[in-house]
């Protein structure tokens, strides 16, 4: 399947500096073998106390990941027997990205789209996927405005699956705080993200909260990593879409795993 881009989106971004530095970083990166996230293959593969997901219920579904980058988790979804779908911020990125999912024999759509702006219909997907990429903030935009949409092209009760880094990451590091709960990055180790906004969460609950709107039945984990002085700390958070079938009581009554 060809990489899909919206002319007007494509053209939107042609002059924002982030998205052009950000697309110039994935495209220095074209060589190498591209591995997917570890714990994301444990959340979809691994049996765990606090998190029950049905690896029957994969094949065939339709699966988006926001924020796809170099594709590196598609073959993954692919190997799990998903419909793929996926998005990046500008069409040189998708176009990269697909064009390397074509040599390796990977079928995927490819779009552009960011957080708080998804161009598919309503209910297209049973899975979203937002893998380090849901705190990425727009300008004018607010992480609700991320939730509302996430769950615009979720099906009813279909399922969200994040990694967000904790305040302890090495990412806010010297970053300037702001009153909605957002950052601005002043320092980035890859050189690309000096400037950008990133929505920051205190805790685990805090971040359920902000989603809670659209949202159930609730399960966390986390990573804490000190890699050799490189602290790369994550929530991990897997929860439902609300079914406007349930009634207010039968939300409530969504268990909640911490």
Same mark, same amino acid.
């Given at each position: 399947?060809?990489?899909? %881009?919206?002319? #007007?989106?494509? $053209? *939107? !971004? ?9 697309? +110039? ?63 990046? %911020?500008?069409? #040189?990125?998708? $176009? *990269? !990205? ?9 079928? +995927? ?41 996430y769950a615009r092209v979720l099906t009813d009760k279909g399922f969200l ?17 702001? $009153? ?79």
């Amino acid at each position: 399947m060809k990489a899909s %881009v919206d002319p #007007a989106q494509s $053209d *939107s !971004t042609q002059g924002d500096p982030a998205i052009c530095a950000y697309t +110039a970083h994935y495209l220095r990166r074209q060589g190498g073998a591209r591995y997917p996230a570890e714990h994301l293959v444990r959340i979809l593969m691994g049996r765990h106390p606090r998190l029950a997901l049905d690896q029957a219920d994969y094949r065939g579904a339709p699966l988006l990941e926001v924020g796809c980058g170099d594709g590196r988790n598609l073959g993954l979804f692919h190997d799990l027997g998903f419909r793929i779908h996926a998005t990046e %911020v500008s069409a #040189a990125i998708c $176009d *990269s !990205t697909h064009a390397r999912l074509q040599k390796a024999g990977i079928p +995927a759509s490819l779009d552009v789209g960011t957080n708080a702006r998804l161009p598919y219909p309503d209910a297209s997907f049973r899975y979203l996927i937002a893998w380090n990429s849901c705190y990425y903030m727009e300008a004018g935009s607010a992480f609700a405005d991320h939730v509302m949409e996430y769950a615009r092209v979720l099906t009813d009760k279909g399922f969200l699956i994040l990694s967000v880094p904790m305040p302890t990451n090495y990412i806010f590091n010297d970053c300037v705080a702001h $009153d909605d709960g957002s950052t601005t990055l002043t320092t980035d180790a890859f050189g690309v993200l000096q400037g950008a906004r990133l929505q920051r969460f205190s805790d685990a609950q805090a971040l359920q909260q902000s989603l809670e709107a659209a949202f159930a039945d609730f399960s966390h984990g986390e990573i804490r990593a000190d890699c050799f002085g490189v602290q790369n700390d994550h929530f991990l958070l897997v929860c439902r879409k609300y079914s406007p079938t349930d009634s207010p009581q039968s939300q409530q009554d969504h268990q909640t795993r911490v």
